[in-house]
């Protein structure tokens, strides 16, 4: 079972995956808040984590420790980068691009085997094209 996180700024936002099903998820406002509620499925058996994050990079890293020291897993957290798997990130500072878009643009270019659009309905509504 795999752990994903979605740390924004206000919220921590989770699920549980086991294969491609979710079977368990909520929204936390704290890391403590975060350990109990995962914690409070006792049948999960989480062999690892993943996260994206916008927190702050002490904020981030103190919400990695807590996790590998409360549920024993290795944390992967989503990183910026020039390019990916065929995708070039178009910001001439690449790390500007938030990390949502980016994941959202690969997630998205890996599904549509190639070009598409991207977009985004959230806080700020967004569109990324992914040319082949």
């Given at each position: ?92 500072d690449f ?38």
């Open positions: 079972m795999i752990l994903e996180l979605d740390c924004g700024n206000s919220f921590i936002k989770w699920r549980v995956l086991s294969g491609d099903v979710s079977v368990c998820g909520g929204v936390a406002d704290t890391n403590a808040a975060l350990v109990t509620a995962v914690s409070a499925h006792t049948a999960l058996r989480l062999r690892c984590c993943r996260l994206v994050s916008v927190r702050s990079d002490e904020e981030t890293a103190d919400l990695i420790a807590t996790l590998e020291a409360s549920f024993g897993v290795e944390v992967l957290s989503a990183q910026p980068a020039r390019a990916v798997a065929g995708v070039k990130n178009g910001y001439k790390e500007r691009l938030g990390l949502d878009r980016w994941l959202a643009l690969l997630g998205g270019f890996e599904l549509a085997k190639g070009a598409c659009l991207i977009l985004d309905f959230g806080t700020a509504v967004t569109s990324d094209f992914v040319a082949a």
